[in-house]
């Protein structure tokens, strides 16, 4: 069994005030899956994180009956269960991200769907599981309103996430290592991955470094600061000013990984 740390923090809302986080952390045996809810600017729709939990739920339900079940369609499976048992539409429902890691005798498995990336580290180096299609859209100008957003979820001219659409999760980015090679995976939301995408605080293996010397946390502790040195948003522009945090790592090895910090 490898090492597991976790840390986790809310956020703030659009407001500014704090509130609940809204993402999740599920550990199961054989994998682990974090989840970000998506803020929602419509007050008639459930939360983000009151659709994430009900969908790691669901998700984490399946993987422990099926612990070696396809990823993407387990997670069809969840989709639509919530979907069902909640009477979701598509475009019209909370959603939610999914990083999902599961490791079995002969190989570790990685699926990412929306912006809660994965990180793997061993004898092939370093491979970040990353789904860039949002960010893609954000640069190109395209997610300027509600409106925009909801037309362009989980469609093929837009971004993929897991809401009402069961069929999203065939989009996910996937990723399969042997097992062997394997010596330390990170999950994150994109309230930490943004210290690497866009404030480039560190690499992804310098988060690893930190958070196996001085715990996950003190990631989280290096993304605020930065934040709070920049409260208004001049530097890094961003929706709110510290989003939900959440990291995990997930370490196969008792030592450091050759040829990393």
Request: aromatic share 4%; no cysteine.
């Amino acid at each position: 069994m490898p090492e597991i740390a976790i840390a986790e923090r809310a956020g703030v809302g659009a407001d500014g005030h704090p509130r609940p986080t809204e993402d999740h952390v599920v550990v199961l045996d054989n994998a682990v899956l974090v989840l970000d809810g998506a803020t929602s600017s419509d007050p008639s729709q459930p939360p983000g994180g009151w659709y994430a939990e009900r969908l790691a739920r669901h998700l984490g339900d399946g993987l422990r009956a099926a612990p070696e079940a396809d990823l993407a369609e387990a997670l069809t499976r969840a989709i639509g269960e919530v979907s069902t048992e909640n009477q979701l539409l598509p475009r019209q429902s909370p959603s939610s991200t999914v990083a999902a890691v599961r490791w079995l005798d002969d190989r570790v498995d990685a699926l990412v769907l929306a912006d809660s990336p994965v990180a793997g580290f061993g004898g092939f180096g370093v491979d970040v599981v990353s789904d860039d299609r949002l960010a893609r859209l954000r640069r190109r100008g395209l997610l300027q309103t509600g409106a925009d957003v909801r037309r362009r979820r989980n469609a093929h001219d837009g971004f993929w996430v897991a809401e009402a659409e069961p069929g999203a999760a065939a989009h996910a980015v996937r990723r399969s290592w042997p097992r062997a090679d394997v010596e330390a995976v990170l999950l994150a939301s994109d309230g930490v991955s943004i210290g690497v995408d866009q404030y480039e605080l560190f690499g992804w293996p310098e988060v690893l470094a930190i958070a196996r010397t001085d715990g996950p946390d003190a990631v989280l502790d290096a993304v605020r600061t930065a934040e709070k040195q920049d409260p208004d948003g001049d530097r890094w522009p961003r929706p709110k000013r510290h989003d939900d945090q959440a990291l995990v790592l997930v370490d196969f090895t008792s030592g450091g990984i050759q040829g990393l910090p």
